[in-house]
């Protein structure tokens, strides 16, 4: 698995990584989603699409993984799936992406706490030796 | 040099960080032995997340106005330590998204009943079921209450008298509520639309992780004048409510979050690391804030109040008792930031003390403690872990000046979840709560390993701790007969 849980006293840090800034995005929110249902189990049934922009590499990792979260409350949308683009532009970088999911079913899915917000802790996007990581601590 | 070669210990369970480094004031912790091993075990680890570098950090920023707190409860959070507390100068200081977090105003609320221990043992299993079955909880619940956009901006407004004049609850329920369930400076024009949406489906609804409500008995009475104030005596069954604002918070924290990044570069405040990011308490975004968190508390209110009219019901029906001999003792939150007035150097000040996992814990004879409580200072309502007991403090005259009034929130993590995954599994807690005669109904079997008693610190040292510092004190302890998570 291309992401690792590390240890934080109260909240959930995560580590993903890829071989572009894209895949690393996208494995921090398979790491994130898989904390909250078994992803394995969640059909990519339904898409949904983003365009994000962002000053930094950093900010725009939090963009993503917090649009995410809010179909879950509003359309009972979890995800499984992501394909991710991230490209700079003259202000600074932009995403493309689209998850894929299905509507949650809580006795399928068995669904184990719920991921409130994307923290600055520990947040972190770099290169290291042809490997992309994305690294963040959400509050659970 | 190490962070703790600027610790020192100048009382029982007091410790003081020296101003250092950045540092406008001093770090002042309050905890036992345990914790103070914990916390050096984390400073000395580059890598790890450290509570006492967060609590420099807090004394790093601009307008805080004396020692940044930590209660005996501390652990890394992130921004400010959970159980951290910090004051801040209204036209010099800031107001911090870290200082409160995602979860705005999550707290507890403790109903008392006229029903003793011996009343519901026979029944509890039954008691557990129909409160699991008539409380919304876990991943993707909704709330009964079937609210419009419009009606939503009246419950972020009004908080909890809302929900009660909408027929659910009563109005001693309001009286016995901190704030009186209405957080002041309500502005849902500073509430994204986003958020709103998001909350939607979920007012009444308990949530995960470590939210809870518990059926409870007075296991024993430790205070026994502040407890008949409470209306609380020895084998009397309770119940605690633990829940915040849920998505509706959590979005207001993301969206505030970006906001105080920008508001740091513009204003040039020079913060510590980027979780502290803020801004000014005076400026357009400080002030945008502000009232977005009291939306953020009136949520969380309104929150609790819907799901004690759902308890009420239920346990009334269960257990053949009229619903409104089921009070509300106290509701008070552990996450917010807030303008009191406090004595600092001997003159009375207005100021934004921010509560990170700390309560407010006021002592006796302040106008905003409940009449009927106001010898004593109001209660104060410490979780505590799935198998262990809570307890209700109240606040005292010493606190008012120790801590600016605050209070303990829970016993606090000792470990992260992934250790309690590695070192607890979930059927066996379950055996285990089951052979101490405590039942457990959790909709998220998974997660019971990380919320193990064993993941927590010892919640009876962490209240001796309070309580040796002279900033709470204890009146009952809880011990609970049924367990309901998310």
Sequence with gaps: MPFVYLDHTADLAIRAWGSSIGEAFAQAALAMFSKMIRTDRVRPMIAREYTLQANSLRELLVAWLAALLVPKDVEDLVFSRFDVDVHTTELGFELCGRALGEPLDAGHHEPSGEVKGITYLGLDVREETGVWYAEFVADV | MRIFDHMERVGDVEWVLAPH?????????????VTIDQLRREADDPKGWSAVRQLKNVASLPGIVAPALALPDVHPGYGFPIGGVGAFDLDDGVVVVGGVGFDINC????????LRRGDVAPAIDRIAADLYQAVPAGLGSKGALRLSIKEIDRVLREGAPYVVRLGSGIESDLEYTEEKGQAEGAEPDAVSALAKQRQFQQVGTLGSGNHYLEVQAVDEILEPRAARAFG???DQVVVSIHTGSRALGHQIGQDYLREMAFASEKYGIRIPDQEMVCAP?????????????????????????????????SLARSCGIDPETIQTVYDIGHNHVRIEEHEVGGVLRRLLVHRKGATRAFGPGRGDVPAAYREFGHPTLVGGTMGTSSYVMHGTSAGMELAFGSGIHGAGRALSRNQAIKRFRSDEILSDLTAKGIRLLAHDKRGIAEEAPGAYKDVDSVVRAAEAAGINVPVARLRPLAVIKG
Excluded at chain 2, 282 to 311: D, K, M, W
């Design chain 2, 21 to 33: 480094d950045g540092m406008l004031v001093a770090g002042r912790i309050y905890a036992d032995a």
């Design chain 2, 232 to 234: 609380l005596a020895a």
């Design chain 2, 107 to 114: 707290g507890v609320r403790l109903l008392r009943t006229p």
């Design chain 2, 281 to 313: 308490a005076r400026s357009p975004e400080g002030q945008r804030y502000l009232a977005a968190v009291a939306c953020g508390a009136n949520c969380a209110f309104a929150n609790r109040q819907a799901i004690t009219h759902l308890v009420r019901t």
